[in-house]
């Protein structure tokens, strides 16, 4: 099946929190769609890291360092995923 909508949003949401990212939810994809996927997480995930929210911020840095947890969690989810599956990402 192919991603609907765009792959950059939805490495967004899972980052955000509103789209977890599980084997059973990649199972649907196809290799291709989990290089797509891969890519658009990496890509977030760099996005996230130049966020640079003001040093008095607790709450800012908080949602940072969620973001980034979120990202790469889900980052190694997808390697894992794919290692089992022998797929190359």
Do not use: W
Request: charged share 25%.
């Amino acid at each position: 099946m192919a991603i609907s909508g765009n792959p950059v949003t939805m490495a967004r949401e899972i980052g955000d929190g509103f789209n977890p990212l599980t084997p059973a939810t990649l199972k649907r994809f196809m290799p291709a769609d989990l290089k797509v996927i891969n890519n658009s997480l990496r890509q977030v995930l760099r996005d996230a890291r130049a966020e640079t929210p003001s040093p008095g911020d607790n709450e800012a840095v908080r949602k940072k360092n969620l973001r980034i947890q979120r990202l790469n969690q889900a980052i190694l989810i997808l390697a894992n995923y794919c290692r089992q599956h022998r797929i190359s990402v």
